[in-house]
């Protein structure tokens, strides 16, 4: 079937405003992890939803991130008063279990760049 | 806490010239251990994983060893192609931890 999708795949966004990123993970797929990925970076863990319930939260940067997952399935990632240092790529994954063996399948990424 | 260490980048290599990218790692219990590539343009994919010491996880003539004695998994291929210039990902899923911890990635160019 299809692979992760995200959009939008390029958001630009003024300081302050506030910015919601989709994703639609692989059908099927109970497990949903959300990345970031700064320039020249490796990704950092954000949040990981298991059906609708996100049972780590840990690498939310700050009380501006928050995100939902409705119908274990779409999970939106909303970021409020959007700053600067939050100019990332943001990825999407899913997996179709959550043992440490399973392998996540990623998305091609919202690009968001705040001016 | 869990961490993947790799080596610097870029790493400039001639086509058919063999390519070895270091990777090491700390965890805290019994990780899988993953290689996921990032070709320009596109997005992250699976390239090979192992899942206990001394497995060997293969795919695209690329190989790479889970050595627990010296806590790496190290990405080896014998001959690189020009296709093969990409950003190459090492991770490791830990026991009762369900993200990915990726190391920074190392870019590699193959010249014709």
């Known amino acids: 079937g299809a692979g992760v999708s995200q959009s939008p795949s390029n958001k630009v966004t003024e300081k302050g405003k506030d910015v919601e990123l989709r994703c639609d993970p692989i059908s099927g797929h109970t497990a949903l992890y959300w990345y970031r990925q700064r320039l020249g970076q490796g990704l950092e863990f954000l949040i990981y939803?298991?059906?609708?319930?996100?049972?780590?939260k840990s690498g939310l940067p700050s009380d501006r991130f928050s995100a939902e997952r409705t119908g274990e399935s779409v999970s939106t990632l909303t970021i409020q008063r959007t700053q600067q240092e939050d100019s990332a790529v943001y990825l999407c994954?899913?997996?179709?279990?959550?043992?440490?063996?399973?392998?996540?399948?990623f998305g091609p990424g919202t690009r968001l760049l705040v001016l | 806490g869990d961490s993947v260490t790799q080596m610097e980048g870029p790493v400039t290599l001639s086509e058919e010239a063999f390519l070895t990218i270091n990777c090491t790692y700390t965890a805290t219990g019994y990780p899988s251990l993953f290689w996921y590539v990032q070709y320009p343009g596109e997005g992250l994919q699976l390239l090979l994983k192992?899942?206990?010491?001394?497995d060997k996880g293969s795919n695209k003539g690329f190989e790479a060893t889970y050595r627990k004695e010296t806590t790496s998994f190290h990405l080896e291929k014998g001959s690189v192609q020009v296709s093969d210039s990409a950003v190459y990902f090492c991770?490791?899923?830990?026991?009762?931890?369900?993200?990915?911890?990726f190391g920074s990635g190392t870019r590699l160019q193959v010249q014709p």
């Open positions: 939803f298991q059906g609708n319930s996100a049972p780590d």
């Open positions: 192992a899942t206990k010491a001394d």
């Open positions: 994954a899913s997996s179709s279990t959550t043992g440490r063996e399973e392998t996540q399948y």
């Open positions: 991770a490791l899923s830990d026991t009762g931890r369900r993200a990915l911890t």
